[in-house]
Structure formats: C-alpha cells, structure tokens
C-alpha cells in the first residue's frame, strides 16, 4: 500500500530510501514515484513524497536484461 513521507530539513533520496525501506538501493521507486521533485538534491523541511510499495520480486542486484530469463526458468 503506497503512501507518503513529509522531509525533514537534509533529507536526500537516498537516505529516505533507507529509512523508509532500509536500503538506499531502493531510491529509484522514489524518484520514479516523485518525477516533479526529480531536481531536489537535498529537500528543505515539509516536502510530501510519494512512497509507492517495492515489488516483491525487486532483486537490484540483478541486470535489467536479465529479466526475461526468469521467465524462461
């Protein structure tokens, strides 16, 4: 269920990411969900944030062209 997240003053996508899913690795669902904000590097205070739910098969660590393999297993 996506939700979402007030900033505090410094906060970065990164370090939402990580409090909010305990890795910045997740930041790009972030962003992804935020595209108007897409130009803040470091957020002032009171900023509302789009925090969409990471699918369950998310593997980053995995190249994206290696998708379609998964399937063929």
Not at 51 to 61: K, L, N, Q, R, S
Not at 64 to 72: I, L, N, P
């Amino acid at each position: 269920m996506a939700s979402t997240y007030m900033t505090s003053q410094g906060d970065t996508w990164d370090l939402i990411a990580y409090d909010l899913y305990g890795d910045e690795k997740y930041m790009r669902y972030l962003i992804e969900a935020n595209w108007p904000l897409l130009d803040i590097l470091v957020f002032s205070s009171g900023t509302m944030v789009n925090v969409p739910d990471i699918p369950e098969e998310a593997d980053e660590d995995r190249p994206f062209w290696r998708d379609a393999d998964v399937e063929d297993e």
